[in-house]
């Protein structure tokens, strides 16, 4: 028969193990839920209309329009600015995505004049729409894990906003 000091360490034991447990799930949920907070658009609602791709998109609690999407093949996540005149790739992404630094250039950021390199992607998808041979330019101090989907990309398509609901056609 067990001792009282060994069911005690074996109740702790399983105490501590459950605690642990019930952590990782509430850690995992949480994680979950605040990722959708800031992109509602993680899996991107499209369809086709006869010869023309839709894609809605929601727009998160700060008021942005995010989306994930593909470069060159590769999983990304954009987010939409209809103020910048090109697509923006963070510079630790240039390797990954497949794109080449091309003319050194100077951009103007909301952090001030920074230096860039023009590039082109072959392929840009979110969704149904595909783009093809965009204009990018390559921002090695820009820090973030989100491609500025700026103005290169979103001239070829048509889009209107209603109700929090971004609209987008090609």
């Known amino acids: 028969m067990p001792s009282d000091d060994s069911t005690r360490t074996i109740g702790k034991r399983f105490?501590?193990?459950?605690?642990i447990a019930i952590f990782g799930v509430l850690y995992l949920f949480f994680d979950s839920y605040l990722g959708r907070q800031q992109n509602p658009n993680q899996r991107v609602q499209s369809w086709t209309e006869g010869n023309t791709a839709v894609v809605e998109l929601?727009?998160?609690?700060?008021?942005?329009?995010?989306?994930?999407g593909t470069i060159n093949g590769y999983d990304v996540s954009f987010l939409l600015d209809t103020g910048?005149?090109?697509v923006a790739i963070p510079g630790r992404l240039e390797n990954r995505?497949?794109?080449?630094?091309?003319?050194?250039?100077?951009?103007r950021t909301?952090?001030?004049?920074?230096t860039a390199y023009q590039t082109e992607i072959?392929?840009?998808?979110?969704?149904?729409?595909r783009l093809y041979n965009v204009a990018a330019t390559i921002v090695p101090?820009?820090?973030?894990?989100?491609i500025l989907l700026g103005m290169s990309a979103l001239r070829a398509l048509e889009f209107t906003q209603r109700d929090g609901v971004l609209t987008i056609r090609q």
């Open 15 to 19: 105490a501590f193990i459950a605690w």
């Open 58 to 68: 929601q727009q998160n609690r700060a008021g942005h329009y995010l989306a994930n």
């Open 84 to 86: 910048a005149t090109q």
């Open 97 to 107: 995505l497949g794109v080449t630094r091309g003319q050194r250039v100077q951009v």
């Open 110 to 114: 909301a952090s001030g004049i920074a």
């Open 122 to 129: 072959d392929v840009l998808t979110f969704g149904e729409i």
């Open 141 to 146: 101090d820009y820090d973030s894990s989100h």
